[in-house]
């Protein structure tokens, strides 16, 4: 095989089809790569023909050349796992990367626009006039009960009327191949840098496997978020700030990812003052006013004045200053209403009710507990369900039926009893998958989520690329990074790709031949010897 | 100091420069050429074309109608020995030429170019292009990166020195400006659909010498056209732009010249130092045809400098 030669001798030995041929898609699921064994899908032939080239060895060696650069980069995250917290763990990256063609990417996008639009209206109505209550399509005490609903946030309206500026949606694809939104995330979303980063990775431990594909490039993501902050804040020429808890922070590595990446300062709490509601930073040079702050820290804590007194990582008298508009905060302060997973549940008539338009993305069907009928059925059901803390994120406290115990099931039922209205039931998905590097370089099927990044600032806009989270153990389906899930490269394919390339050399100007050594004496006859001595 | 000595210091660092430059172009160029064109702005990244036209190298007659191939090109400016603008190439008269100055430059930075260019010698370059451009070219900056910061660590700063810097300074104001004037052409009249697309390219040129991440923090702007051409030739914080570089050559020739005042290439970049600053204040208006302008004195300082400095040993070789 004349390909199979080019790749050099030491590789040469990986048996050619090997990889695909062992590979065997798991029974009941959607597999995104091979529609039947031995048999990849249209968008996939390329990516598999060059995975049997590479061969099972080769797989092998890239992973562990990939570890030592993540850590080399300080590429890493701490995991908070209940049994064996681990620090500075190499971020996951699985080496096979997740394809979504262009028409797919098409319509996640239209509907995740939809939905981030409806979103933002239900945030602005809640603190305003709550037309939606009124109206009763959403009880009121439903959304005064929600742990994320702040009084405080009541009559401001936000700089352009943009709550949710950075968010990031969940989504998931069942057994038809359908998708589906599995949660929202318009707090704090992480996870962006790791999609850059990975990006990176791969073309520099993988690059052959681009070959036949025109994948869009994610390096945007930062250049779009700062012309959105800079759009939403209050003055001609803005100063933005990415504003950490700090280093001990889990996700710290994103907010200095994020910070140097738009070329603006990190800081931390102790930076930043406030003074006759304005907000400053203190600097070598004095105060400095802050325009525009990205921060990446709960509601509850950014101000010790206006929310919980103990918070050591607040900034007193923030509140006041965002009230006045001297200062712009994203995301808004009172959006994690809007991302509560009993607020999910109405997501759709949201858009309904809002726009006036059905929604192109569906929700998982989901049950309220805090209703006597609904909760009669869960508990009947209980074995087949996942139930979920609705004010929680990451994965805690999520509670998976078909995999649970009788017992666990019991004692699951006794917790909701308690306290109903903080939990809320859905329906297993059964999650796609994708073809995995196992650690010894074979292919084995795991389960994947996509997390697609949106950016409101004068508009929506949505960058082609996403995390895609995969749990990392047969047969699971947790995904969270923080419970021992990894990612993989999402390529979001360019419709109509040409492959061809700006023609730059258009007789404008043609530089003459790199200047060399004039002097061509002894060093010319040096030169010739030692390439005597060469040949 | 001799003048065959300065010479081939001089030399000594613009290849060491120009394996850099190299090196950092390959890598970014790699980068983005395996992905798509960005959704938005819609633009293209540099193409392998022009990267061959940056370094002055005709494109192959190849028999294919077409852009030229990525593998050819990576190949033929990364290890083709053929090829004097290639790596392998500028590495090894680098070594060369450092083996004449091992009683000038010290020990360590000759055992660092020395081992550099073993190492690129002994390594199967073709196979890593093949399966990871990346190393080879993290490589090279990382020893290139070594010469310079052992010079800065363990040279005499003495006239010797000056020429070492004189030279790397040159060309990399040189290297700066070949690719600005490839990447960024002239709006042509009746073209101006052009633009986004030279927003791409700039880009990929701000990757492309390593200066993404200061350009960010330096500029509160999006990394189009207008500003990075700025950034790249008025920046003076930014250590390769071109007002940077032009600054430290010339402050290196003053270092090396008893008489600079009566020097023509001194005077000629105190003339050039001082009309970039004063275009820096003037806006934005007519800074492509300037470009020709800034090569054009840099091609003048180099024969000059060739002149006042090594003319006896380019003379000798004539002979």
Not at chain 1, 239 to 268: C, I, K
Not at chain 1, 491 to 499: M, P, Q, R, S, V
């Amino acid at each position: 095989m004349e390909s199979g030669s080019r790749i050099g001798p030491e590789y040469a030995t990986a048996g050619d089809g090997a990889l695909s041929g062992a590979f065997a898609p798991a029974a009941g699921f959607y597999d995104e790569v091979f529609e039947a064994p031995g048999r990849p899908r249209p968008h996939a032939a390329a990516l598999v023909e060059a995975l049997d080239r590479i061969g099972r060895q080769r797989l092998a060696a890239v992973g562990e050349r990939r570890d030592a650069i993540f850590v080399q980069q300080g590429i890493t995250f701490d995991a908070t796992g209940t049994d064996d917290p681990v620090v500075d763990r190499p971020f996951p990256l699985d080496l096979i990367p997740r394809i979504i063609p262009a028409s797919e990417w098409t319509s996640i996008k239209r509907g995740l626009a939809q939905r981030l639009r409806a979103l933002n209206r239900f945030i602005e109505d809640v603190y305003h006039d709550r037309e939606i209550v009124q109206d009763g399509v959403v009880p009121w005490e439903l959304i005064v009960t929600r742990p994320a609903f702040e009084r405080t946030a009541h009559r401001i309206r936000p700089p352009g009327g943009v709550w949710c500026h950075v968010s990031g949606c969940d989504l998931v694809r069942g057994a038809d191949g359908g998708w589906k939104v599995l949660e929202d995330n318009v707090r704090t979303p992480s996870g962006i840098s790791y999609v850059l980063e990975n990006r990176i990775a791969m073309t520099r431990l993988l690059p052959e496997l681009f070959a036949g594909y025109r994948v869009r490039p994610v390096n945007d993501y930062p250049q779009v978020l700062l012309a959105a902050l800079r759009a939403v804040a209050p003055a001609v020429n803005p100063t933005v700030v990415v504003w950490t808890p700090g280093p001990a922070n889990s996700a710290y590595f994103e907010h200095a990812f994020l910070a140097r990446q738009m070329g603006v300062e990190l800081v931390e709490a102790s930076d930043l003052v406030v003074h006759d509601a304005t907000c400053y930073m203190r600097t070598t040079d004095g105060l400095a006013q802050v325009d525009a702050i990205y921060r990446r820290l709960d509601d509850a804590f950014i101000d010790p004045l206006a929310f919980r007194p103990d918070s050591l990582l607040g900034v007193p008298g923030l509140m006041r200053c965002y009230r006045t508009g001297n200062v712009a905060l994203a995301n808004a302060v009172g959006t994690g209403v809007a991302d509560d997973k009993a607020v999910y549940h109405y997501v759709p008539e949201m858009i309904q009710y809002y726009l006036g338009e059905q929604p192109i993305l569906e929700n998982v069907k989901t049950y309220m507990l805090d209703d006597p009928e609904q909760r009669e059925y869960v508990f009947a059901n209980i074995e087949r369900l996942v139930v979920k803390p609705t004010g929680e994120s990451g994965g805690k406290g999520v509670f998976i039926g078909p995999t649970a115990t009788e017992e666990q099931h019991e004692a699951q039922i006794d917790l909701v009893k308690i306290a109903p209205e903080r939990w809320i039931a859905q329906e297993t998905v059964a999650l796609s998958t994708v073809p995995t590097v196992g650690g010894d370089g074979t292919l084995a099927p795991r389960h994947v989520d996509l997390r697609p990044f949106a950016v409101f600032g004068d508009d929506i806009k949505i960058v082609p690329c996403g995390l895609s989270r995969v749990a990392l153990r047969e047969g699971s389906m947790i995904v969270n990074s923080s419970q021992g899930g990894g990612s993989k490269d999402t390529w979001i394919l360019e419709e109509d790709g040409t492959g061809e390339g700006f023609p730059v050399t258009d007789d404008v100007y043609n530089p003459p031949t790199m200047p060399g050594m004039r002097q061509a004496g002894w060093a010319e006859q040096q030169r010739q010897q030692q390439q005597e001595r060469s040949a | 100091m001799l003048a065959r000595i300065g010479h081939d210091l001089y030399w000594l660092g613009r290849h060491m420069v120009r394996a850099e430059h190299t090196a950092r172009m390959l890598d970014g160029l790699f980068h983005s050429d395996l992905q798509a064109r960005p959704e938005d702005p819609e633009s293209v990244t540099l193409s392998w074309d022009s990267m061959l036209v940056i370094m002055g190298v005709d494109v192959p007659q190849t028999g294919q109608p077409g852009p030229a191939r990525r593998g050819d090109v990576a190949a033929r400016l990364t290890l083709d020995e053929e090829t004097p603008s290639s790596i392998l190439s500028c590495v090894a008269v680098a070594r060369e030429g450092a083996r004449t100055l091992r009683d000038t430059i010290s020990a360590e930075m000759w055992e660092a170019v020395n081992t550099f260019h073993l190492d690129l010698q002994g390594r199967d370059l073709s196979a890593g292009l093949r399966t990871g451009p990346y190393s080879i070219y993290s490589y090279v900056k990382e020893r290139c990166g070594l010469f310079w910061g052992l010079t800065s660590r363990t040279m005499l700063k003495d006239e010797a020195r000056a020429f070492l810097i004189a030279g790397g300074r040159i060309e990399s104001a040189d290297m700066v400006l070949r690719m600005l004037r490839v990447a960024l052409p002239p709006i042509r009249e009746g073209h101006e659909e052009e633009a986004p697309r030279r927003d791409g390219n700039a880009l990929a040129l701000l990757h492309a010498v390593g200066g993404f991440q200061a350009f960010m923090r330096s500029a509160a702007t999006p990394p189009n056209a207008d500003p990075v051409a700025r950034f790249l030739i008025f920046e003076r914080s930014f250590p390769d732009s071109v007002a940077a570089s032009a600054e430290s050559l010339h402050d290196a020739l003053v270092n090396g010249d008893a008489n600079w005042r009566e020097s023509e290439p001194i005077l000629r970049l105190a003339r050039l130092t001082a009309d970039l600053e004063f275009r820096a204040r003037a806006g934005r208006e007519a800074l492509i045809p300037a470009f020709r302008l800034f090569q054009h004195e840099l091609e003048l300082v180099d024969s000059e400098i060739d002149e006042r400095y090594f003319s006896g040993v380019v003379q000798g070789a004539a002979a």
